[in-house]
């Protein structure tokens, strides 16, 4: 690896030294010393060794894909990674988690979070790292999640002595709708964590680019179920029908058309002389969620009532507890732009909208300082350009060492600014 520890310490006094000069945690230490460090962790996540086994690292776990609460030998792989590091780490974290340390051990805490499971899918690209489990993949990008992450782990640990406060890798069960993230928060091993930073994958993004905003940028959202018991004459079809219409004007009637809401009926199905219905509800506030779960309650109850009919509708709060919105705090998010526009040129940093996606990392962005950054892998020779979550999703894996990179300089350049904070 081409680090120069001697080099780098002097570099990183004199970043030290000047923003310590500043006077508020906004400032931004001087171009030419970030420059210094985003190049170096560049060259060493993009040095042939390192990148080759960020690949194979995301392969192993690609091939071995996992549903949520079940992470047990991508944990596995995670520990082994962690142990020839060094580091130490906590296991299990609700249920499959690991969360590591490095550092001082003394504050500033800071996080970052990768996700660990994969999705349902049959996996329907022909390669040959191909998922061996029928009916799983990582159509998500969270086998190129946590292989950066253990990347930024390797190249912090090279410079751990640089550290100025603790580091906390978040390896987490369970984002696909079961929150493993509320579950990692109940277990207290963040207590005293300020911020936190995590990276997604986004194939409408090229390679070599990133996105955020700061602010909302994803939508709280929830599901329901409900069953409306007719008396026969198929009238439990009909109380369905309105009731579904009913749904819909709720977003195009009631809705500010500014603060984006969603209801969609996933399902209908008729079993004897009732009907099973559900779907899921979005908004980009937290109380736009809760307003629209108590109109679906009035219109799921009442509606049938209109037919002869009787209803029940189920939240199902306890198995799927629902998601808040992630709010980029506008701190991080200048520290992600930052240190992204460093690395990666200006022109590679993009403002992204809010999107109606919802994503377990909103349970933290309730507790602490956090941004969540969108990196591409679109490129359209290697055919890197399907949504998430489709069975054709495939990975540009020119993104590992850049997610490793950019994570390791946000860091160090994060802890820095936090102790130049505490000592002016
Ligand atoms: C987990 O590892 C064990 C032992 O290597 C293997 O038999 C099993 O198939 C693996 N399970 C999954 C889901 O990868
Ligand atoms: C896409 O990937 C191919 C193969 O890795 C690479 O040669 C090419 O430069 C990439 N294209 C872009 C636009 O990055
Ligand atoms: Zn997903
Ligand atoms: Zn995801």
């Given at each position: 690896m081409a680090s120069l520890p001697v080099m780098t310490v002097l570099i990183l006094s004199g970043l030290l030294s000047l923003t310590g000069l500043r006077p508020s945690r906004a400032s931004t230490p001087p171009e030419n010393s970030i420059g210094h460090l985003t190049r170096e962790l560049l060259a060493s996540a993009r040095d042939p060794t390192f990148s080759d086994w960020l690949k194979r690292t995301r392969r192993s776990i690609h091939e071995r894909p996992e549903l949520?609460?079940?992470e047990l030998n991508t944990?596995?792989?995670?520990?082994?990674?962690?142990?020839?590091?060094?580091?130490?780490?906590?296991?299990?974290?609700?249920?499959?988690?690991?969360?590591a340390s490095l550092g001082t051990g003394l504050k500033p805490f800071f996080a970052f979070r990768a996700e660990m499971d994969a999705l349902p899918l049959q996996e329907l690209v022909d390669w040959e790292h191909k998922s061996k489990h029928d009916g799983k993949m990582h159509a998500c990008g969270?086998?190129?999640h946590v292989a950066m992450l253990l990347g930024a782990a390797k190249l912090l640990q090279e410079r751990k002595h640089e550290l100025k406060g603790t580091v906390k890798f978040v390896f987490q069960p369970a984002e696909e709708g079961q929150a493993g993230a509320y579950h990692v928060l109940q277990e207290g091993v963040l207590e005293g964590v300020s911020a936190m930073f995590t990276l997604h994958v986004d194939a409408k993004?090229?390679?070599?680019?990133?996105?955020?905003?700061?602010?909302?940028?994803l939508a709280a959202s929830a599901r329901f179920m409900a069953r409306i018991q007719?008396?026969?004459d198929g009238d439990a079809i009909l109380a369905a029908s309105f009731v579904i219409q009913g749904l819909q004007l709720l977003v195009s009637r009631e809705a500010d058309p500014l603060e984006g809401r969603v209801v969609s009926v996933t399902f209908v199905k008729a079993v004897g002389d009732s009907v099973d219905l559900g779907g899921t509800l979005?908004?980009?506030t937290t109380e736009g969620l809760f307003y629209l779960s108590e109109r679906i309650k009035e219109i799921i109850e009442l509606q049938p009532v209109v037919h002869g009919c009787t209803a029940e509708i189920d939240f199902m709060y306890k198995d799927r507890i629902p998601y808040p919105t992630t709010v980029n705090d506008e701190q991080m998010y200048m520290l992600g732009k930052m240190v992204g526009e460093s690395m990666l040129g200006e022109a590679n940093v993009h403002l992204s909208s809010m999107c109606m996606a919802a994503d377990d990392f909103g349970f933290y962005s309730?507790?602490?300082?956090?941004?969540d950054f969108s990196i591409g892998i679109r490129n359209e020779t290697l055919g890197s350009f399907h949504p998430l979550h489709s069975p054709h999703f495939f990975l540009d894996e020119q993104v590992l060492p850049l997610g490793a990179a950019l994570q390791a300089a946000i860091a160090i350049v994060h802890l820095n600014d936090q102790v130049s904070v505490l000592q002016s």
């Open positions: 949520a609460f079940q944990s596995q792989l995670i520990r082994r990674e962690l142990a020839i590091l060094g580091l130490e780490h906590s296991w299990p974290v609700a249920r499959t988690g690991v969360v969270h086998d190129a993004l090229p390679t070599g680019a990133i996105a955020s905003r700061p602010g909302p940028l007719g008396k026969g979005r908004s980009m309730q507790k602490m300082a956090t941004a």
